[in-house]
């Protein structure tokens, strides 16, 4: 523990800031976007286009924190289900991880409390609500198999996309368009989460807690599920590192064999 300290701690800090931002960026456009009164809105009449900004937003949000200096520092994770995921395929070490998730969650509390001093009585606005990711209209049910599919396809497009020589660099942009599909399909459902620490954040702040067993068990299943299947048709030996996006001049804390990719047939993996 006291050498994960020492040595990994400002990447702890890192992963703190980057799901801080990424909550801070979410109450911000919520705001602006959902608000009534907000000028933003009132040129969005229609609830579709509203998530379709709000997806555009978000996304661009996560393409900048994937390909900024933290992001290529870290992984850029700022999801405990994407940290626990890497550790299941003993691509991070135990004390990482467990620091890793802890700054996550420590990280999306900061970014909530941070949005709720700025904004206030707009960000508890009930067309924006504190953006707590609960289950829709369509039930528990519906909402749990939602975060699970989008846990599985996003933890899928990650692992065949950054360990592939050719669409590695990609991978940021790849995550960023599924992130405005899921918002502007699925915000409805289950509120978009696929993060246990962004459901928590929110709810810490909003004290709503509705269905939250949802939003720890759906998405770590989906990504398990997802890099179960990629190891199986796969293999481990085709899982470089556990970093969203690499470059080579940039220190790794993980168990990263990221050199050895450059040298695999940009065909491969295939399938």
């Not at 700054?103 to 409390?113: D, I, K, P, T, V």
């Not at 020589?165 to 409805?188: D, E, K, N, Q």
Request: overall charge positive.
């Amino acid at each position: 523990m006291r050498t994960a300290l020492r040595t990994h701690w400002d990447v702890y800090l890192m992963e703190a800031a980057e799901l801080g931002f990424f909550m801070l960026a979410a109450c911000t456009f919520a705001t602006l976007i959902f608000v009534p009164q907000s000028p933003v809105g009132r040129l969005l009449p229609d609830l579709n286009l509203k998530r379709i900004a709000m997806g555009i937003a978000m996304a661009a949000t996560a393409i900048i924190i994937i390909h900024s200096p933290f992001g290529k520092r870290s992984g850029a994770h700022f999801n405990p289900a994407v940290t626990v995921t890497y550790y299941w395929i003993r691509k991070i070490s135990g004390w990482d991880a467990f620091f890793y998730v802890v700054a996550h969650f420590l990280g999306g509390l900061a970014g909530m409390l941070t949005a709720n001093a700025m904004f206030g009585r707009y960000l508890a606005d009930p067309a924006v609500r504190y953006i707590v990711t609960v289950p829709g209209a369509h039930g528990v049910l519906a909402a749990f198999v939602a975060e699970f599919l989008m846990a599985v396809l996003l933890m899928t497009i990650v692992l065949r996309s950054s360990n592939h020589p050719r669409w590695a660099p990609y991978t940021g942009y790849l995550v960023g368009l599924l992130v405005v599909l899921y918002i502007a399909l699925f915000s409805a459902i289950s509120g978009f989460s696929i993060n246990p620490a962004r459901t928590v954040s929110a709810g810490f702040v909003a004290r709503i807690w509705t269905g939250v067993w949802i939003y720890f068990t759906a998405p770590l299943m989906g990504m398990v599920v997802a890099a179960e299947f990629y190891l199986r048709r796969f293999g481990l030996d085709r899982i470089y590192c556990a970093k969203l996006l690499h470059t080579s001049d940039v220190p790794c804390p993980f168990y990263c064999r990221f050199v050895e990719m450059s040298s695999v047939d940009a065909t491969l993996p295939r399938g």
